[in-house]
Structures are given as C-alpha cells and as structure tokens.
T-cell receptor, first 113, second 111 residues
Framework: EADIYQTPRYLVIGTGKKITLECSQT?????MYWYQQDPGMELHLIHY???????EKGDLSSESTVSRIRTEHFPLTLESARPSHTSQYLC????????????FGPGTRLTVL | GDSVTQMEGPVTLSEEAFLTINCTYT??????LFWYVQYPGEGLQLLLK?????DKGSNKGFEATYRKETTSFHLEKGSVQVSDSAVYFC??????????FGTGTSLTVIP
C-alpha cells in the first residue's frame, strides 16, 4: 500500500484567498506530480518534480506554483483562488526506476466560491 | 505525440456480467502499460500493469494483455461485482518516463 498523503481532503474557500495544498510521501520517491482532475474525470498534469529543488510545469497551464525543498514534501500553492480553480487535485509519486508505478494520494477537492 | 485512447463510458452492467474496457495507445518504442482504478472520493490506485509485449497483468480477477501488434491493452473481467463500480483509467509510461492517462471509463454494476 502506498504511503502518500494529501491535506486537506476537502476545502471550500472564498475568491482571492491564498491556499496551499499539502502532499507528502514516506516512500523516499524522487519523482512527484500534481494532476488536476476535471468533472469529466480526465487527468491533466500541472506540475512535476524529479527531485529536491526540481520543479517543472506540466501539460496544462496552471496559475498554481509548487516547491520541492524536501524529498517527501511537494506542496501546491494558489496565491489568489478563483472559481475557475474549483477542481479535484491529485498528488502522485514514483520511484523513478524503469517501468515504475505512480502512487496516488486520496486527492483534495477544492471549491472556490 | 504519445497518447492513450480508451472506451468512452459510462458502462452499466449487471452483476456477474463480462466486462471489457478497450484501450489503445500510441507511443514509440516499448512503453509500459497500466490500468488504474478510482473509487468515489478517492485517488487512483494501480490495478495492474504490463511492461513488455505479450505480458499479461492481472489483479482481483481483472486481466489485460499487452498487444504490440494491435497497440492495445484491453481490460477484462469475467464476472463483475457491485464493488467493482468505479472509474477505470488506462495509462502508459513511455521510454522517457513520461506518463499519459486516458480519459477514464465509468463503470456501474447493478445487482
């Protein structure tokens, strides 16, 4: 069983607020990812990291930012939340080996009013 | 570019029916192929995977065979249960270690 955690699980917040979605894994994985999952279920990669101090933007443009100061921690921040940011956010990690598997956290469902 | 195409849903089956969810892929070389499952309110969980041609991944009664000649990785289960109701995602990891997910297929199994 994967050990990857996300908090909060659910968040309802007003427009303009700054929020940070937390993601932690205890598996020592180098690679970590953030996906945005729209109501149609499709996953969109918004950020990824190959290790400490490494962050890259994904396929879907996002106004969020990420940081990777520690291997186990990969938080995502929205400086000013808007209703268009309402979505499910999924964090994942992998060990970077050949044919590796992505392990997913339970997700954070964000609603911006 | 690399991509995954999977059968559109939603799929509704009666309990004990046979399940097939089609998945085809486009990629250069020999990608690894995966099926993930997402239960309501949860993240994705790895269901099964195959790393080379003709490999069969299996788990919890689900199976999928890596078919290089048809670039397919169809998910099958002989007898579905109500507890199998979930969204199923086909995915590939290419030789550059990049992941691509399909759009997901929602399955509902009715008693």
């Amino acid at each position: 069983e994967a050990d990857i955690y996300q908090t909060p699980r659910y968040l309802v917040i007003g427009t303009g607020k700054k929020i940070t979605l937390e993601c932690s894994q205890t598996m020592g994985h180098d690679k970590m990812y953030w996906y945005q999952q729209d109501p149609g279920m499709e996953l969109h990669l918004i950020h990824y990291s190959y290790g400490v101090n490494s962050t890259e933007k994904g396929d879907l443009s996002s106004e969020s930012t990420v940081s990777r100061i520690r291997t186990e921690h990969f938080p995502l921040t929205l400086e000013s939340a808007r209703p268009s940011h309402t979505s499910q956010y999924l964090c994942a990690s992998s060990d970077g080996l050949a044919a590796d598997t992505q392990y997913f956290g339970p997700g954070t469902r964000l609603t911006v009013l | 570019g690399d991509s995954v195409t999977q059968m559109e849903g939603p799929v509704t089956l009666s309990e004990e029916a046979f399940l097939t969810i089609n998945c085809t892929y486009t990629a250069t070389g020999y990608p690894s192929l995966f099926w993930y499952v997402q239960y309501p309110g949860e993240g994705l969980q790895l269901l099964l995977k195959a790393t080379k041609a003709d490999d069969k991944g299996s788990n919890k009664g689900f199976e999928a065979t890596y078919r290089k000649e048809t670039t397919s990785f169809h998910l099958e289960k002989g007898s579905v249960q109500v507890s199998d109701s979930a969204v199923y995602f086909c995915a590939l990891m290419n030789t550059g270690n990049q992941f691509y997910f399909g759009t997901g297929t929602s399955l509902t199994v009715i008693p």
